[in-house]
């Protein structure tokens, strides 16, 4: 048996890894809905990929037409599954409808339907030295369908890149969408989630370069598919982390309708507004990191488009920058009452406390209200 060398590892923990992200998910039950369930299927098919990548470093073939499924174009699967966990996060798709299915047509031709029917039979010399060869040497193909192919080898992850990029157009939609209702840092968290689908399609992209560049020259090292596989697999255990830690959806229904139909009149909106102001200041609401625009309108009885219009009329800010200058006040607060007692200062426990929940988030709303970063402000207050 051959000796285990440290790609043939580096696979064997990375499907240990996707298992343990697995039980992660379905434990998670209670918030499991349409998004994780798309995640999960992501991660299943990292599983088949990184085992498929583990059998050929091990040089064990399995004669199956369904196993080897980057030769037969797996990655198709990829780019709709994340599409369509983006559009059910932001609340774009709530349910599976047959228009869903469109999208993993091809995954379903390609790797499913010929190779089951024994129209795609690819020999286990072409899976041993890749599909790549099959383009560079026809010699080796069985049929024009091997070459075909190689083609869709190489296609998968053009296909997949278009995808994640329409991926991360739903999430800039998506967060202009939300800039006006809600107050709960979601914007920082989609923006993180916009860098993991970032890194995803740099990585497809990278591996249509990194392929093309193999098929035109003579330069080919077996152990460089690991080039694109590897940082994918660590943006999709990302992902998944992120799901688990953040399984709520940023639904569109939290975004308020048109000022016209709130039936406020300009000359009470001073008055609401006073009173909002007092309301979120005697209950400290601003504390609470998740606190929405409709949880505000639960507790003050004003319709979510009422009070996204007096915010917007007398603060001129949206609902989310609003009660996040109702933080760094107390942040400041809270830093001065402490130095007044000669107390420890820690900056990101104050505003954790204050009602952020993102570092990122807070240092921009602090230096945007004082034009000062946190630490500058304390030392210039020292």
């Not at 040089?59 to 080897?68: M, P, R």
């Not at 329409?166 to 923006?191: F, G, H």
């Not at 860098?195 to 035109?216: E, K, N, P, Q, W």
Request: charged share 15%; hydrophobic share 50%.
């Amino acid at each position: 048996m051959n000796s285990w060398d440290f790609w043939s590892v580096i696979s064997l923990v990375g499907i240990l890894q996707a298992m343990v992200l697995l039980v992660f998910l379905v434990a998670n039950r209670k918030n499991y809905f349409l998004p994780n369930l798309f995640v999960f299927l992501v991660v299943l098919w990292l599983i088949w990929v990184q085992a498929e990548f583990l059998v050929i470093r091990r040089s064990f073939l399995i004669h199956s037409n369904l196993f080897f499924g980057s030769r037969h174009g797996v990655w198709l699967l990829l780019g709709p599954l994340v599409y369509d966990y983006v559009l059910s996060l932001v609340g774009k798709k709530d349910r599976l409808t047959w228009k869903t299915t469109l999208h993993y047509v091809p995954f379903v031709i390609f790797v499913i339907v010929m190779p089951l029917a024994g129209l795609a039979n690819i020999p286990d010399r072409v899976i041993s030295y890749g599909m790549l060869s099959v383009l560079k040497f026809p010699m080796l193909a069985n049929s024009w369908l091997d070459k075909v192919y190689g083609y869709v080898f190489i296609l998968q992850f053009a296909h997949a890149s278009v995808y994640l990029i329409l991926s991360i157009k739903s999430i800039v939609k998506s967060q202009k969408e939300l800039k006006q209702s809600s107050s709960d840092n979601r914007q920082e968290k989609l923006s993180f989630l916009k860098s993991l689908v970032a890194g995803m399609s740099l990585s497809t992209i990278a591996s249509v370069i990194f392929i093309s560049v193999l098929l035109t020259s003579q330069w080919y090292v077996r152990e460089m598919d690991f080039v694109y596989i590897l940082p994918l697999t660590i943006c999709v255990y990302l992902l998944s982390y992120f799901v688990i830690q953040q399984p709520f959806s940023f639904r569109r229904g939290d975004v308020p309708q048109r000022y016209q139909k709130s039936g406020l009149r300009d000359v009470v909106t001073v008055e609401h507004f006073i009173k909002l102001k007092d309301l979120i200041v005697q209950k400290k609401l601003y504390l609470n990191p998740e606190l929405r625009l409709n949880d505000l309108s639960e507790i003050s009885e004003k319709t979510p488009h009422q009070i996204s219009e007096v915010i917007n009329r007398e603060a001129g800010v949206s609902f989310f920058e609003f009660i996040n200058q109702f933080r760094i006040n107390e942040v400041i607060n809270t830093i001065n009452i402490k130095k007044a007692q000669n107390q420890r200062i820690s900056i990101l426990e104050i505003a954790y406390a204050s009602g952020f929940n993102n570092k990122v988030s807070f240092n921009r709303y602090f230096k945007k209200q004082t034009g000062q970063t946190p630490s500058a402000f304390i030392q210039k207050n020292q």
